[in-house]
């Protein structure tokens, strides 16, 4: 049976994923089996996958499934099986919560492990997925049981990759996504000093974590001063490393609750053109849309705060909701801890979808790869895409053509409405012949329209399309 | 069993690994010293203590 290994999995020698027949299955080696056994036989490793601490994972026991996997994967004897992630999205695509909730969950995982005498041997954020909107550990091989208990080895990973970018984002107004997608492996400790000016490399809430790593990093780096024979001695104290884990994670709370949503499209639902009644038949058209197509995965692009997510996820499906405003998103996410939804947000340029990184650029696959949907949703996106981002009306539709496997929810806005005057506000109006019938025309060379219905006290119309 | 030295594939950044042994350090030193420190703070509590006790007895002894 051919496996198809993934491509991102190739870091840690202590194994590989990997998919076969639509399933995913972790080979791993006699030390990790050990270590994760050790787990199990004391039932914590059950404990953790109740409490979604790790993801749902079975141990591939003595048969038939097993003596295949051996034959698949010459050399190794234990296999591990995961429960498959609906849609895999990467640290460039979140907001600052979903960074500071996933650098919450490695925190409290490594608490957990401490007690077994275990611990993560590294904490990249890449280890994080958020399934229905919480977030999970998937890269179980990366619990070992360490010498010493008093030093997280992986604490500096951590500080990287968790730690810096939401310092950077808090105090110099950098973005996650433009950190993530520039340093996939997180900024080192020299480059984020030198975003921060001496004095404030001496506030409180720089100095233990910043400043004092950089000056030891300096001092360690000279000479001989850093020998890993430290590392060997044995120690078993904990109490050192769980006082400072529970600080670091007092300080991401802190870091993401007082972070203040303020972006341009965050109040779009008080501003926007709907009035009541409008409002009212727009959600009625989509839910009868979405009862229609039946779709298992819907992706809904412009998402804004999630409204018609919810509406989606309301109807059974899996809502993958996209939007290029990293505060609509973050508004999103902070909704779905109140109310949970099987709604995965994602920070997302539709102009400027997140490209395939890392090694070979195979490591971590472009948007368009992973996204997956049998039902896009494109609500009040269109004006967007042919105004903002100057995309030409059959882009748009190849666009969309290219992101569903099946159907497609298109809210025809014409160029008298208010928000798409919003928009030419500065710029030459090319869309003066733009029409409902152009724009039918322009979709029906790739999709077949099913249906159509003009959204009262409005201009605008939603459509139902088919792939052809 | 893995009873192996722990060497990770991951630069464990020199002055993050140094930082948590300046702090293991400082917490093992407060833990090891903590009954003297314990003993300590009781025997100036206590001084304390009985050094007011001794002033209120006498602005008592003053008053009356």
Known sequence: ?468 | MNMLPTLAYIDPMSGAIVLQLIIAGIAGAAAYFRRSIWACVRLLCGKAKSADAAAGDGAQTREN
């Open chain 1, 1 to 468: 049976m051919p496996i198809q290994r993934v491509a991102g999995s190739f870091r840690d020698p202590s194994g590989f994923v990997f998919f076969r027949e639509g399933r995913v299955f972790r080979a791993v080696d006699e030390t990790c089996q050990g270590v994760l056994e050790g787990l199990a036989d004391s039932g914590r490793f059950d404990d953790l996958v109740a409490r979604r601490l790790i993801v749902d994972t079975q141990f591939v026991k003595l048969g038939e499934l097993l003596d295949e996997l051996r034959d698949d994967c010459p050399g190794v004897d234990h296999f591990l099986e995961h429960e498959v992630i609906p849609t895999i999205t990467y640290p460039y695509e979140w907001s600052v919560s979903m960074l500071a909730d996933a650098g919450i969950h490695t925190i409290d995982l490594q608490l957990e492990l401490l007690k077994d005498g275990c611990a993560l041997k590294d904490a990249t954020a890449y280890n994080i997925q958020f399934v229905e909107g919480r977030p999970q550990m998937i890269d179980v091989a990366s619990i070992e049981r360490p010498q010493r208990q008093d030093v997280w080895f992986a604490y500096g990973q951590f500080l990287q990759m968790f730690l810096y970018p939401l310092l950077l984002n808090r105090y110099q107004h950098w973005d996650l996504h433009s950190d993530f997608l520039g340093k996939i492996n997180g900024r080192d400790i020299e480059s984020v000093g030198r975003a921060f000016s001496w004095w404030q490399k001496l506030r409180p809430g720089l100095f233990l974590d910043v400043t004092m790593p950089l000056w030891l990093h300096r001092w360690a780096e000279k000479g001989r001063r850093a020998q890993r024979e430290t590392l060997e001695k044995p120690a078993d104290n904990t109490r050192a490393q769980v006082l400072n884990l529970q600080r670091m994670r007092r300080k991401l709370r802190k870091l993401a609750d007082s972070y203040r949503p303020s972006g341009v499209w965050t109040d779009y639902t008080n501003i926007c053109n709907y009035d009541g009644e409008a409002e009212l038949a727009k959600k009625g058209a989509v839910c009868k849309f979405l009862m229609q197509s039946n779709p298992r995965q819907v992706l809904d692009l412009g998402c804004n705060t999630g409204e018609y997510s919810r509406l989606a996820a309301e109807c059974g499906a899996e809502v993958l909701a996209a939007d290029a405003d990293h505060d609509a998103i973050e508004m999103l996410y902070r909704g779905l801890k109140d109310r949970p939804a099987n709604i995965t947000p994602v920070v997302l340029d539709l102009a400027n979808p997140s490209p395939a990184i890392g090694f070979m650029n195979l490591e971590r696959p472009a948007f368009a790869q992973r996204a997956k949907a049998d039902c896009v949703l494109a609500l009040a996106l269109m004006h967007h895409l042919l105004v903002s981002a100057n995309m030409p009306l059959a882009g748009v539709c190849d666009l969309l053509h290219s992101l569903t496997e099946r159907d497609l929810v298109l809210e025809f806005v014409p160029p008298e409405d208010e928000m798409f005057q919003r928009l030419m506000k500065f710029r030459v109006d090319l869309f003066q012949d733009l029409t409902l019938a152009q724009c039918k025309a322009a979709f029906a060379k790739r999709f077949e329209i099913r249906e159509e219905v003009a959204i009262a006290n409005s201009q605008r119309t939603l459509l139902f399309m088919r792939k052809v």
